[in-house]
């Protein structure tokens, strides 16, 4: 059973910075190539954000957020990390972490298997 649990949102003001991270465990956890970052805000479908593989770190990232958000992992702890700069109050919204098995989907919810329960990240203007 792989777990996901996200850690590090909070509120803070337009133009701040933020990092939320996401620690995965699990006796399986090595058969999951791809993680990615995902978010909802209210009454909205959940969006992709970033994504990064496993091995060999390849980066990915929705318009929206490109150039301002870095997706990272240390694969010596199993942690995901998003670093979230310049943030504007539509980046507010609960994120999540998940894993998947197949990178050429990277940006598809329905090809992520397990879900971590979210961190709300809240941006006042």
């Known amino acids: 059973q792989v777990t996901l649990v996200e850690s590090g949102g909070g509120l803070v003001q337009a133009g701040d910075s933020l990092r939320v991270s996401c620690a995965a465990s699990?006796?399986?956890?090595?058969?999951?190539?791809?993680m990615g970052w995902f978010r909802q805000a209210p009454g909205k479908e959940r969006e992709f954000v970033a994504a990064i593989t496993w091995i060999r770190g390849n980066q990915y990232y929705a318009d929206s957020v490109k150039g301002r958000f870095t997706i990272s992992r240390d694969t010596a702890e199993n942690t995901v990390h998003l670093q979230m700069n310049d943030l504007k109050p539509e980046d507010t919204a609960v994120y999540f972490c998940a894993s998947s098995r197949v990178v050429d989907y990277y940006n598809d919810p329905l090809y992520y298997g397990i879900w971590g329960r979210g961190t709300q990240v809240t941006v006042s203007s």
């Open positions: 699990g006796p399986t956890f090595k058969h999951y190539v791809i």
